[in-house]
């Protein structure tokens, strides 16, 4: 089980976010991804294998972590930054997804 | 650029059989470099992987879900598919067909770089 933090952050752009993820078993081979959903949008893939950006994602995000405790941190907000955060571990037989933090525009 | 679109799914009811397509434009299902999935989102939940399948169809099941999913590759038609049996007003959701993507080694991993927008499912008696 994925158990994301906080549920929501209230920041206004050029601000910083940290999220978090916390694994109730060990992750191993930084197999963690992070997405970004906008309304009425699927998910987008930000992050893979914990630190990773997929292409065409900003330097301003970057993800940490390992085993149980894992962090995506965004550095001066921009407006389209703002969303649904999913992290999702692919370590197991069965891929599953956090609850999610929402980044809202203050 | 390849592009994924579901198919529109009709009124369900309790007790029958879903089925979604989802057609693949700008390259081939048959492509040994991807998996091609189903992923399910109910309104304001977390996205909920329902499995994937390979080119031969070979397919991967979210466990809690396997006794009911089954997905298969149609190379003829360029397109892979999705039947979930015996469905409830639980499986009300936006069904999302995606592909996995292949890092920078060549190999395929088990996180989604193609959606596409979506097919909502409403079971409804």
Same mark, same amino acid.
Request: aromatic share 12%; glycine share 10%; charged share 20%.
């Given at each position: 089980?994925?158990?994301?933090?906080?549920?929501?952050?209230?920041?206004?752009?050029?601000? $910083?976010?940290?999220?978090?993820?916390?694994? &109730?078993?060990?992750?191993?081979?930084?197999? !963690?991804?992070?997405? *970004?959903?906008? /309304?009425?949008?699927?998910?987008?893939?930000?992050?893979?294998?914990?630190?990773?950006?997929?292409? $065409?994602?900003?330097?301003?995000?970057?993800? &940490?972590?390992?085993?149980?405790?894992?962090? !995506?941190?965004?550095? *001066?907000?921009? /407006?389209?930054?703002?969303?649904?955060?999913?992290?999702?571990?692919?370590?197991?037989?069965?891929?599953?997804?956090?609850?999610?933090?929402?980044?809202?525009?203050? | 650029?390849?592009?994924?679109?579901?198919?529109?799914?009709?009124?369900?009811?309790?007790?029958?059989?879903?089925?979604?397509?989802?057609?693949?434009?700008?390259?081939?299902?048959?492509?040994?470099?991807?998996?091609?999935?189903?992923?399910?989102?109910?309104?304001?939940?977390?996205?909920?992987?329902?499995?994937?399948?390979?080119?031969?169809?070979?397919?991967?099941?979210?466990?809690?879900?396997?006794?009911?999913?089954?997905?298969?590759?149609?190379?003829?038609?360029?397109?892979?598919?999705?039947?979930?049996?015996?469905?409830?007003?639980?499986?009300?959701?936006?069904?999302?067909?995606?592909?996995?993507?292949?890092?920078?080694?060549?190999?395929?991993?088990?996180?989604?770089?193609?959606?596409?927008?979506?097919?909502?499912?409403?079971?409804?008696?």
């Amino acid at each position: 089980v994925l158990t994301q933090s906080p549920a929501t952050l209230s920041l206004s752009p050029g601000e $910083g976010a940290t999220l978090s993820c916390r694994a &109730s078993q060990i992750i191993v081979r930084t197999k !963690l991804a992070w997405y *970004r959903q906008k /309304p009425g949008q699927p998910p987008r893939l930000i992050i893979y294998h914990t630190s990773s950006r997929a292409s $065409g994602v900003s330097d301003r995000f970057i993800g &940490s972590g390992s085993e149980t405790d894992f962090t !995506l941190t965004i550095s *001066r907000l921009e /407006p389209e930054d703002f969303g649904i955060y999913y992290c999702q571990q692919y370590d197991g037989l069965t891929l599953t997804f956090g609850g999610g933090t929402r980044v809202d525009l203050k | 650029q390849m592009q994924l679109q579901e198919s529109r799914a009709g009124p369900v009811k309790p007790g029958e059989t879903l089925s979604l397509i989802c057609s693949v434009s700008g390259g081939a299902v048959s492509s040994s470099n991807y998996y091609w999935g189903w992923i399910r989102q109910s309104p304001g939940k977390r996205p909920e992987w329902l499995g994937y399948v390979y080119h031969n169809d070979k397919a991967f099941y979210n466990e809690f879900l396997k006794t009911r999913v089954t997905l298969s590759v149609d190379t003829s038609s360029n397109h892979f598919s999705l039947k979930l049996t015996s469905v409830t007003v639980a499986d009300t959701a936006v069904y999302f067909c995606v592909r996995t993507m292949r890092d920078t080694s060549g190999f395929s991993i088990d996180v989604f770089d193609l959606w596409g927008h979506g097919s909502t499912v409403i079971v409804s008696s």
